[in-house]
């Protein structure tokens, strides 16, 4: 069983930056694809940025510019670095990753850290 743990989050003023960890229990080179998705109230889940294995990232439009994916290899760590935070940004963000079976790709999520912008 694959366990993330996120950390990071916490109250921010709005233009401010937060930078949000995702520990995983094991190797994430074995992980095809890791993430960060958000959940605001009254919201669905929403992908926020995304990077695979091979270390290609991609982002929503809402965050282009402002929002950074990045990971540690050698610390099985996933980073998300969010700058010029807006109120839009309040939410539950939640770390993913696929690892790869026999039967397809399995996600794995972990137990989601609050982020909210907020002066």
């Known amino acids: 069983q694959v366990q993330l743990v996120e950390s990071g989050g916490g109250l921010v003023q709005p233009g401010g930056s937060l930078r949000l960890s995702c520990v995983v229990s094991e190797d994430i080179l074995r992980m095809t694809l890791m993430g960060w998705y958000r959940q605001a109230p009254g919201k669905q889940r929403e992908m926020v940025a995304g990077?695979?294995?091979?270390?290609?990232?991609n982002y929503a439009d809402s965050v282009k510019g402002r929002f950074t994916i990045s990971r540690d290899n050698a610390k099985n760590t996933v980073y998300l670095q969010m700058n010029s935070l807006d109120p839009e940004d309040t939410a539950v963000y939640y770390c993913?990753?696929?690892?790869?079976?026999?039967?397809?790709?399995?996600?794995?999520w972990g137990q989601g850290t609050q982020v909210t912008v907020s002066s």
């Open positions: 990077i695979t294995r091979g270390g290609t990232s």
């Open positions: 993913n990753a696929d690892v790869p079976t026999a039967l397809g790709p399995r996600r794995y």
